[in-house]
C-alpha cells in the first residue's frame, strides 16, 4: 500500500511561472486536503474534497486551485507563482467523516518543497 | 471557533528525561484531539488520538496523552526521552462540520534531546 504519494518532491519556479503539485492516494478514501506548512506557522488548509467533483476553499486558498476528478487524484495549481507561495505543501487524506466509521487521523504524503524565485 | 495553542515552540530535554509537551484547545463542541509527529523531510504521522472514551491515551514509541476537558488540555509526554525523539511535533483538534471533518493545527513544537 502507497498510502499518500505526492510528486515532486523539490521543485524551483520562476515568480509568474505556473505548475501543478501531484497527489494520489491509494486507500479509497473519500477526504483529501491540501495544507502548507511555514515555519513557526504550523499547517495551514488551503483546499480540501469530501469526494470526487466535490472541493472546497480552506483557510488560505488564494492563488491556487484544485480539481477533483478521481478519488485517487487531487492535484493542486499554481497559476501564477508568488514569492509568498514558497512553502512546504502536503497533502492528506481521510477515509470520511467520523459516523462513517473513520479510523481516525490524516495520512500524510511526504510533502513538496517549493521555492518560488 | 475552534483553535489550538502549543505552548513552546522549541523543548530541549536530556536523554533519559520527561518530555511534556503543551497543548491547549477550544472548540465550541467536543473535540476530537490528535498528536502528529514530522521527522525532518517528512509528512506528518499519527501519535496518538482521543476520541471518546478513556482520557488518556497511549501511543506509538512510549507516549501518552491525557484529555483534559476542564483544563481545555490534551499535553503530550513520555517518561524518559530516546535521542530518536527528536522531531517536529504538532497539536490538532478536529471537529465535524457539514461537509466532513475539519482539522486545525497547532503551530508546532521542535523537540531537542540532548545526550
Known amino acids: 500500500n502507497a498510502g499518500v504519494t505526492q510528486t515532486p518532491k523539490f521543485r524551483i519556479l520562476k515568480i509568474g511561472q505556473s505548475m501543478t503539485l501531484q497527489c494520489t492516494q491509494d486507500m479509497n478514501h473519500n477526504y483529501m486536503y491540501w495544507y502548507r506548512q511555514d515555519p513557526g506557522m504550523g499547517l495551514k488548509l488551503i483546499y480540501y474534497?469530501?469526494?470526487?467533483?466535490i472541493t472546497d476553499k480552506g483557510e488560505v486558498p488564494n492563488g491556487y486551485n484544485v480539481s477533483r476528478s478521481t478519488t485517487e487524484d487531487f492535484p493542486l495549481r499554481l497559476e501564477l507563482a508568488a514569492p509568498s507561495q514558497t512553502s512546504v505543501y502536503f497533502c492528506a487524506s481521510i477515509i470520511g467523516a467520523w459516523g462513517q466509521g473513520a479510523p481516525g487521523g490524516y495520512t500524510f504524503g511526504s510533502g513538496t518543497r517549493l521555492t518560488v524565485v | 471557533a475552534q483553535s489550538v495553542t502549543q505552548l513552546g515552540s522549541h523543548v530541549s530535554v536530556s536523554e533519559g528525561a520527561l518530555v511534556l509537551l503543551r497543548c491547549n484547545y477550544s472548540?465550541?463542541?467536543?473535540?476530537?484531539l490528535f498528536w502528529y509527529v514530522q521527522y525532518p523531510n517528512q509528512g506528518l504521522q499519527l501519535l496518538l488520538k482521543y476520541t471518546t472514551g478513556a482520557t488518556l491515551v497511549k501511543g506509538i514509541n512510549g507516549f501518552e496523552a491525557e484529555f483534559k476537558k476542564s483544563e481545555t488540555s490534551f499535553h503530550l509526554t513520555k517518561p524518559s526521552a530516546h535521542m530518536s525523539d527528536a522531531a517536529e511535533y504538532f497539536c490538532a483538534v478536529s471537529v465535524i462540520k457539514n461537509t466532513g471533518n475539519q482539522f486545525y493545527f497547532g503551530t508546532g513544537t521542535s523537540l531537542t534531546v540532548i545526550p
Open positions: 472548540s465550541s463542541v467536543p473535540p476530537y
Open positions: 474534497s469530501v469526494g470526487a467533483g
